[in-house]
């Protein structure tokens, strides 16, 4: 029994040994050989070939408090006449092999989004198991290569500053839109094929260039057709009821025949719920938009108070104004003959027939869509106890 009960605790210190030789790494690739992708950027390239440029993260060498501390990326460049062979040919310059689990952003340059169809461009992000399809997306203005070698204003890389910036843009202004791989994805393969994604490009402002993440592109079955302002992009995804948080300016005046008052109120948008009905009118479809909005007064300069008859006035100015804003982004929406809104995917959903008439020639059949648009806004809090501007003398100017 003695000789069981030792030979027993002999192979468990055996087992306990070799456990201990085991790696915890289910690839048997240990850290020191993955080079961390964090941005990825796509161009075109000479020859029909597609650039490549990689940003990956840098550990740092320096001791702290010694000497100036080095850049926390480094970005690798290679070009192929497809994407995964460039990426493959990252290793031949880094040394180590490209980890994409924790990439946070995707460049594409206008032109190539215009040429090629992103599902197409980007297939081996959808089939490799290292990328997530949380990844996000922008198309750029010029060559998507030269937004990677801006330097960062806080974070530790440029890839990190895009992602945060497209998400604030989003939610805080309502002036860009937000989109990974699978909203790529499911939208681009929805009745209607129409997605957007937000669009990067460089703003000057008081002589000094700035990268800006505003306005969305447009694409039709994956391809860029057209770039929409970030002033009409508020009123689309008011529209489309993907409008989260942001500022409406209300003029003083309600008379529509009026110039366009200098003086303004602001609101903050705190909240919007947007419904769309589709309705059969003919040989076209009639659409009827209907918004409820909760606001916060932000500035208050086009009264003197805010009893109960000037707050309900105020909200008719209000809902008039994010009216206009709706009209006149609908408006250019048929005009450019892009169903962003879904009008599409709402009559396939309820007029199956009738939508399977009208999909050869849709984008043309859209454009020819009558609207009506309506608005309820509540004004939640004034931001002060006292309901009134701060400086009441500018009721009286």
């Known amino acids: 029994m003695i000789r069981r009960y030792a030979t027993l605790g002999r192979l468990l210190l055996l087992a306990s040994m070799l456990g201990l ?63 995964i062979e460039a990426m493959r040919d990252i290793t031949i310059h880094l040394g180590r092999k490209a980890q994409w689990s924790h990439m946070r952003i995707i460049l594409v340059s206008e032109a190539l989004a215009r040429k090629q169809s992103l599902l197409r461009l980007l297939d081996f992000l959808y089939r490799d198991h290292e990328p997530r399809l949380t990844t996000h997306l922008l198309v750029t203005k010029g060559e998507a290569a030269a937004y990677m070698e801006t330097a960062p204003y806080i974070e530790n890389s440029v890839s990190q500053q895009y992602f945060l910036s497209e ?22 393969r929805s009745p209607s094929a129409v997605a957007m994604i937000p669009y990067l490009y460089e703003r000057d402002s008081r002589g000094e260039s700035a990268p800006t993440v505003a306005g969305a592109a447009i694409l039709v079955d994956g391809r860029l057709r057209e770039v929409v302002p970030a002033g009409l992009l508020e009123g689309v995804q008011m529209l489309d009821d993907g409008y989260q948080n942001g500022i409406v300016e209300v003029p003083c005046s309600t008379d529509p025949s009026a110039q366009r008052a200098q003086r ?19 040989d076209h479809l009639h659409l009827i938009f209907r918004l409820k909005a909760v606001t916060a007064l932000s500035e208050l300069v086009c009264g003197r108070t805010l009893a109960q008859e000037q707050e309900q006035a105020l909200e008719r100015r209000i809902e008039k104004a994010m009216v206009q804003t709706m009209s006149e982004s609908m408006d250019w929406l048929l005009q450019k003959q892009l169903d962003v809104v879904g009008a599409g995917d709402r009559l396939f959903e309820r007029h199956t027939g009738l939508w399977r008439q ?21 004004i939640l809090t004034s931001g002060t106890n006292i309901g009134k501007p701060i400086d009441d003398r500018m009721g009286d100017s």
């Not at 303004?264 to 003919?282: C, F, H, I, N, Y």
Request: hydrophobic share 35%; aromatic share 6%; glycine share 8%.
């Open 358 to 378: 009208w999909k050869p020639d849709w984008p043309r059949r859209f454009a020819r869509s009558t609207y009506e648009v309506h608005a309820e806004a509540t």
């Open 21 to 83: 030789t085991l790696t915890g790494c289910g690839d048997r690739a240990e850290i020191p050989q993955k080079g961390f992708v964090m941005g990825l950027a796509l161009d075109e390239a000479p020859g029909e070939a597609i650039g490549l440029t990689v940003q990956i993260f840098k550990p740092s060498q320096n001791i702290v408090g010694r000497g100036k501390p080095d850049k926390a990326y480094i970005n690798i460049k290679t070009d192929d006449e497809s994407v």
């Open 167 to 188: 998400q604030s843009s989003h939610k805080m202004t309502g002036k860009s839109v937000s989109a990974n791989l699978l909203q790529l994805a499911l939208q681009s």
């Open 264 to 282: 303004e109120d602001s609101v903050e948008v705190l909240s919007t719920k947007t419904e769309m009905r589709v309705q059969p009118a003919g």
